[in-house]
């Protein structure tokens, strides 16, 4: 596979890292840090909004539901930290690309359910779409996963922390 050209990093590989990264970051920090000043755990909403979407037995798997509530948004920050940096950029948007199928998936399956129900993606911010969910939760997370794939594939670009000889670059012809 060919080296990114400046062009590539500057108008494909550059945004599409902060975009993506940045939704991570914005979508952890509301499940981790919103309302906490209020004295409120943004991460029991989370769990809540988890059960919502009635894919798992609540009452087998709360365990399985309680860890996701806390594993999703930690892991969304430090994807979102890595792909704003430019810093193994490769994996990160790969286990980006990994979560954003599971998200899609669920979404989609609440919407052919017909539930109502709240995505909770991004905390009180529920952006572009409303909070409900609904194919735009889908359509936004496909626009997602593009990014991701294609940052899986082509890697972070030269506008970006990532040196040479990394691991997380095409090759020598990278520098």
């Known amino acids: 596979m060919s080296a990114p050209s400046w062009k590539e990093s500057l108008l494909l590989q550059a945004p599409a890292r902060l975009i993506l990264g940045g939704a991570l970051l914005i979508a952890a920090y509301m499940k981790l840090f919103d309302h906490v000043w209020a004295g409120n755990d943004p991460t029991l909403a989370f769990a809540e909004a988890i059960k919502g979407y009635h894919l798992l037995d609540i009452e087998k798997h709360h365990h399985i539901i309680e860890l996701a509530a806390y594993a999703i948004p930690w892991t969304e920050l430090l994807v979102g930290l890595l792909l704003v940096a430019g810093f193994w950029t490769r994996p990160a ?14 979404n989609a399956m609440v919407v052919i359910s017909g539930e109502n129900t709240s995505c909770a993606c991004f905390g009180d911010l529920e952006w572009p779409c409303g909070d409900t969910i609904s194919w735009c939760q889908v ?19 030269r506008l970006a922390l990532e040196m040479p000889g990394s691991g997380t670059k095409s090759g020598p012809a990278d520098a």
Not at 93 to 106: D, Y
Not at 142 to 149: C, E, I, W
């Open 93 to 106: 948007a790969f286990v980006a690309f990994v979560m954003l199928v599971g998200f899609t998936v669920a």
């Open 139 to 157: 359509a936004r997370n496909a626009v997602f996963l593009a990014m991701a794939g294609y940052l899986a594939v082509r890697g972070a670009g």
